[in-house]
């Protein structure tokens, strides 16, 4: 693996010391206290976290930061489930590294070869692979997308990162939400880490979002149309609407309304959509749910 | 899972509020829990079905107040689309703690949002109180109004009150008129969306309630989770409601269970007929989309 973390870094020379040109003489007036030695003892890091990483395609960096929107959840995580071994800015490892979950960021740009090399090699070192956020999922905003935009001209070609590589998990919205990707982190590590009773609850609550991913790849607020009303089973509970993040869909008579000039192809609508799909076996235990997920980020 | 879900009790109960029991469709159980949660401050506000400029068509609406409460009192036989507002609630109205009120379906989107956030950014911590209303099938707002207007030949803007009992859709008008039609013929103008739906008295809300099971007047109250039992005991205490045990009244718990089994067996074989609805080349069966296996 070429370049993976270095394992020794040229050390800066020291600077030669300067011959002093006078004695320091101490002021009267400055009160000397003694000088704590404070010894950084590192605790003893949690055994068995799961690494995490984020690679950083064709997206707006939104991704990335409504995983930090998680605030002191984000810390937690880190202390506790989780080490973050690469993302942009956050970490600094120059090169994709082996980890357990790749949060893919953005679509892949076939006109850059580089971020087609990264896909592949983040398909290849992790064993979980995750469409972070919209864009990776389906495409989002960049399906709009014909070239021709400073400063690269040439960038005309991008797709949903499944074209490319296989997607295990994805997570739609735009930007997606925090409390969803501290949920599937917590759940990777329960799959990973956990009992059996406790990978039992994360397959059951990752299924559906694995689900969504072998579903494919174009979302649109048409899919409550084609998936939803055509197919007989809305309800009209107004979810969709309150769930899209451009206010693209009204709810006229009990039913929701696109309005396709607004929609970006986030996916938000029909993953959120209760008539999507509904796991009644997670659902109906959505208190206990809910509460070790609170127990466990306390 | 039983069809009446999981339940830490279940009771017949009245509103004590005179001014809630005037306006509400029996026993004023949503509006008096609602008022009782804004005062104790355990919900900020509550979104419920509010009036809109058409006569019966409900409108989410997000009330502070218990004045504003007493204008969406009493039930529309059309949904009104609640979860619209869930996360603006959270936001323009700047709500920390949230009450909804809902259809079963909806108590499942509430569950659904907060388990599964999607799109529903900063929402799943903030829903205070979910309060689930029985239901068995709903209409459009058009269907509404061909019952009202068409079957009952009444104008919907002259309706007091509708109800639903006894096997009859019942109209009663401001003047007085009374209009009923039999609830068999409504079946043509239910929603398709609820040929699907496989909870009858709201399993995932936190409390839920509804006229079945109790006498008129009066509705069934099922406590249901943690946070449900905390405010109904807070609720019991302050002298909100009058009870009567379920044994203690007709027809009771068993006339609920008879219409959440049928509900409830009626709408799996629907489910399960969707399988089967068409028809491959090699002569198996094409399904339609089920929302219960697959996205």
């Known amino acids: ?298 | 899972m039983d069809v009446l879900g999981n339940y830490k009790s279940v009771i017949s109960a009245r509103s004590t509020d005179k001014d809630i029991t005037k306006k509400s469709q029996d026993g004023g159980i949503i509006t008096t829990l609602f008022a009782y949660a804004l005062e104790e401050g355990i919900i900020d506000g509550a979104i419920v079905a509010g009036p809109s400029e058409e006569p019966w068509k409900p409108e989410p609406v997000v009330v502070t107040t218990k004045a504003e409460l007493l204008a969406a009192a009493g039930t529309r036989y059309t949904i009104s689309p609640n979860l619209n507002l869930i996360k603006e609630a959270t936001r323009s109205y700047g709500l920390d703690r949230v009450g909804i009120v809902g259809t079963p379906c909806q108590m499942q989107a509430v569950r659904k949002a907060q388990l599964y956030p999607i799109g529903m950014r900063d929402v799943d911590d903030k829903i205070a109180l979910a309060l689930g209303i029985f239901c068995m099938e709903n209409l459009s707002y058009q269907a509404l109004e061909a019952i009202v207007e068409d079957h009952c030949n009444q104008k919907m803007e002259s309706v007091k009150k509708m109800d639903i009992g006894k096997g009859k859709f019942t109209v009663y008008t401001e003047r007085g008129a009374v209009s009923q039609m039999p609830l068999k013929l409504i079946h043509k103008y239910v929603q398709p969306g609820c040929n699907v739906c496989l909870d009858y008295v709201a399993n995932l809300a936190d409390i839920s309630s509804g006229s079945v099971g109790s006498p008129d007047g009066w509705s069934t109250v099922f406590v249901r989770s943690m946070k449900g039992n905390a405010v109904w005991e807070g609720a019991m205490a302050a002298d909100l409601f009058e009870t009567k045990a379920m044994d203690q009244v007709k027809p009771g718990l068993d006339l609920v269970t008879k219409l959440a089994t049928e509900k409830i067996t009626k709408n799996q074989k629907n489910v399960d007929a969707r399988k089967t609805f068409g028809l491959k080349a090699d002569g198996t069966a094409k399904g339609l989309r089920n929302p219960y296996e697959t996205p």
């Open chain 1, 1 to 298: 693996m070429p370049g993976r973390t270095p394992e020794s870094r040229p050390e800066a020379t020291p600077a030669a010391s300067q011959p002093q040109t006078k004695p320091a003489v101490k002021p009267s007036d400055v009160i000397v206290k003694e000088k704590v030695e404070v010894v950084q003892k590192e605790e003893k890091p949690v055994a068995d976290k799961i690494t995490i990483g984020e690679l950083h395609l064709s997206g707006c960096t939104g991704c990335l930061v409504t995983l930090a929107d998680n605030y002191e959840g984000l810390f937690k995580l880190l202390d506790d489930y989780a080490d973050l071994v690469y993302a942009l800015t956050l970490v600094d490892v120059r090169h994709v590294p082996e980890m357990d979950v790749c949060l893919v960021e953005g679509s892949c740009c076939l006109d850059d070869k580089l971020s087609v090399e990264e896909l592949k090699e983040a398909r290849e070192k992790s064993k979980v692979l995750v469409a972070y956020g919209a864009c990776a999922a389906y495409g989002n905003i960049t399906r709009f997308c014909r070239g021709g935009q400073w400063n690269q001209p040439g960038h005309e070609a991008f797709v949903p990162i499944s074209e490319v590589v296989d997607v295990d998990l994805y997570i739609p919205s735009c930007p997606p939400c925090p409390q969803q990707v501290r949920n599937v982190a917590v759940m990777a590590y329960l799959l990973l880490k956990g009992n059996d009773e406790q990978k039992n609850l994360a397959t059951a609550y990752l299924t559906p979002l694995m689900q969504l991913a072998q579903r494919g790849n174009e979302a649109c607020g048409c899919d409550l149309m084609y998936d939803v009303i055509n197919q007989g089973l809305c309800m009209g509970c107004g979810t969709c609407a309150g769930t899209c993040p451009v206010r693209a869909i009204t709810m006229e008579y009990g039913k929701p309304n696109v309005n396709r000039d607004l929609c970006i192809k986030c996916g938000a609508c029909y993953s959120q959509c209760p008539r999507s799909w509904f796991n009644f076996d997670v659902m109906n235990n959505y208190e206990g749910i809910m509460d070790a997920i609170k127990g466990a980020m306390e």
